[in-house]
Antibody, heavy 121, light 107 residues
Framework: EVLLVESGGGLVQPGGSLRLSCAASGFTFSDHYIDWVRQAPGKGLEWIGRIKSGASSYTTEYAASVEGRFTMSRDDSKNSLYLQMNSLKTEDTALYYC????????????WGQGTLVTVSS | DIQMTQSPASLSASVGDSVTITCRASQGIAHYLAWYQQKPGKVPNLLIYGGSILQSGVPSRFSGSGYGTDFTLTISSLQPEDVATYYCQKYNRAAFTFGPGTKVEIK
């Protein structure tokens, strides 16, 4: 069974930092690209970043809204993914999902349950 | 960046009705379009990829069509369990933008 379990969310002040983690199991983690998607309370889905596999040099891509503030990394030996979030803004408040990109279709085929990040003073 | 729009923003239909949601990309994206269903309080679920390919396990009443800039998701016979918000997403290249969503309710 494919599982993606996010952790690390919480309350942080504007300008602060937070590091999210995603633990993967049930599939060959190292083969897959992983995306982070967030959803502000009562709002739609927003793609925020991708980290590719080692075969693609662990290339990262980011949405303009987080470029320069957020950094994705992964440790394939631990089947884990990380999202370092700096210079947080109130508009970063959202449920953050770790998602798996299907190797063949290119679409997101599995989602974690999400971890809530609240940026507020 | 390519922008994604969806219409309508919401709709209400009766059980058994055929429902169509439209997604439009501001530039051509070939067939790189996915549809997701998000039921209230739940995680999104992939319905269709490649514009028209049904994901394994998804009921056959869901279908997708389109290429380039204009795509549609059709539910051929709306069921109570289809109450959800539906999102399209482009995935040809970054940014992998989602549409704003279409909320489907039962009349």
């Amino acid at each position: 069974e494919v599982l993606l379990v996010e952790s690390g969310g919480g309350l942080v002040q504007p300008g602060g930092s937070l590091r999210l983690s995603c633990a993967a199991s049930g599939f060959t983690f190292s083969d897959h690209y992983i995306d982070w998607v967030r959803q502000a309370p009562g709002k739609g889905l927003e793609w925020i970043g991708r980290i590719k596999s080692g075969a693609s040099s662990y290339t990262t891509e980011y949405a303009a809204s987080v470029e320069g503030r957020f950094t994705m990394s992964r440790d394939d030996s631990k089947n884990s993914l990380y999202l370092q979030m700096n210079s947080l803004k109130t508009e970063d408040t959202a449920l953050y999902y770790c998602t798996r990109v299907d190797f063949w279709s290119g679409a997101i085929d599995f989602w974690g349950q999400g971890t809530l990040v609240t940026v507020s003073s | 960046d390519i922008q994604m729009t969806q219409s309508p923003a919401s709709l209400s239909a009766s059980v058994g009705d055929s429902v169509t949601i439209t997604c439009r990309a501001s530039q051509g994206i070939a067939h790189y379009l996915a549809w997701y269903q998000q039921k209230p309080g739940k995680v999104p679920n992939l319905l269709i990829y490649g514009g028209s390919i049904l994901q394994s396990g998804v009921p056959s009443r869901f279908s997708g069509s389109g290429y380039g800039t204009d795509f549609t998701l059709t539910i051929s016979s709306l069921q109570p369990e289809d109450v959800a918000t539906y999102y399209c997403q482009k995935y040809n290249r970054a940014a992998f933008t989602f549409g704003p969503g279409t909320k489907v309710e039962i009349k």
